[in-house]
Nanobody
Framework: QVQLVESGGGLVQAGGSLRLSCAAS????????MGWFRQAPGKERSFVAA????????DYTDSVKGRFTISRDNAQNTVYLQMNSLKPEDTAVYYC???????????????????WGQGTQVTVSS
């Protein structure tokens, strides 16, 4: 049974930091690209960051570049999202997801991702 379990969300003031974790089980972690997406109230789910199978390639949406860092620990089957300098517009439910991809390719499209977590709420107050 595949499981992606996010943790680390919460309430933080603008300018603060949070570290999200996503623990994966039930599939071969190293064969999948891992991504983070977010969905704010009334908006569609959107891409935040992704990391290739080896961890050598990363990709970020423009609004988080320089503030967020995605990483993965293949020994622990876990992917992380370090979020610094948080802004109120970062408020959303954050989801981790897994996409089967060859080599060190990365995907942004939600349709590429096969498995999804339940999400964790991040709220940034002004």
């Amino acid at each position: 049974q595949v499981q992606l379990v996010e943790s680390g969300g919460g309430l933080v003031q603008a300018g603060g930091s949070l570290r999200l974790s996503c623990a994966a089980s039930g599939y071969t972690f190293t064969r999948y690209v891992m991504g983070w997406f977010r969905q704010a109230p009334g908006k569609e789910r959107s891409f935040v960051a992704a990391i290739s199978r080896s961890g050598s390639n990363t990709d970020y949406t423009d609004s988080v570049k320089g503030r967020f860092t995605i990483s993965r620990d293949n020994a622990q089957n876990t992917v992380y999202l370090q979020m610094n300098s948080l802004k109120p517009e970062d408020t959303a439910v954050y989801y981790c997801a897994a996409a089967p991809m060859p080599g060190d390719l990365i995907a942004r499209a939600t349709i590429s991702y096969r498995y999804w977590g339940q999400g964790t709420q991040v709220t940034v107050s002004s």
